[in-house]
């Protein structure tokens, strides 16, 4: 059963690769083509086209820490008690009551059942392990009161994304301005290449099938 997903999985994963080595093939040649034919338009297309859109900005607030420490600290028991008493049935429904290849069976087409069984198989135990873990942070906060501070001290870290990512936001537009100065060679460059690609691709899919 397992060969078998694997199998199915791995043929997947090949056809997802050749149509999309394709389709990049296709949209390359396309691109050459229309530096030849008209080179002004296709670059004046690059320049609609290129336009930055920065993630910093849209995910600044997303980043700014929000305080919700004394909320937690006045009910903590209550929320350990939810972390538990919502854990606890969550863990042992999902674990005992979800069969993932019965369900896949109802809600998917027969070829696709094996790869439904497996992603429905790995919601369900992350599920369970997640279930686990909150009870076993709710139990933790009822019997030892205290360790909640200490868990808050090592886990209360701001870890900024935006000064991690600092740069990579950054256009960098020097092969567009060199297809930009010389758009025929480049046209051609383009073109054969990806005329290359697409026999290739071609070729690829008739042996494949």
Request: proline letters at 3%.
């Amino acid at each position: 059963m397992a060969s078998s997903y694997s199998n199915l999985m791995w043929q997947f994963l090949v056809q997802f690769l050749m149509v999309s080595f394709l389709v990049v093939a296709v949209a390359g040649l396309v691109v050459g083509i229309g530096l030849l034919v008209s080179s002004q338009r296709t670059v004046q297309l690059f320049q609609v086209l290129n336009r930055w859109v920065s993630t910093r900005h849209v995910l600044k607030s997303v980043e700014v820490p929000h305080e919700t420490d004394r909320v937690a600290h006045s009910y903590q028991r209550w929320l350990a008690g939810a972390f538990v008493l919502g854990g606890l049935p969550s863990m042992f429904g999902v674990a005992v009551g979800f069969d993932a290849s019965a369900i896949s069976a109802v809600v998917a087409e027969q070829r696709f059942v094996p790869v439904v069984a497996i992603a429905l198989e790995s919601a369900k135990w992350f599920l369970v392990v997640g279930s686990g873990f909150g009870v076993v942070v709710g139990a933790m906060l009822l019997l030892y009161p205290n360790a909640e501070l200490t868990l808050e001290r090592y886990a209360n870290r701001w870890v900024s994304s935006r000064q991690i990512t600092r740069g990579g936001d950054d256009m960098h537009m020097m092969i567009d301005k060199l297809v930009e100065t010389h758009p025929k060679p480049a046209g051609w460059i383009i073109a054969c290449t990806s005329a290359a690609a697409v026999i290739f691709g071609i070729i690829m899919l008739v042996r494949y099938y």
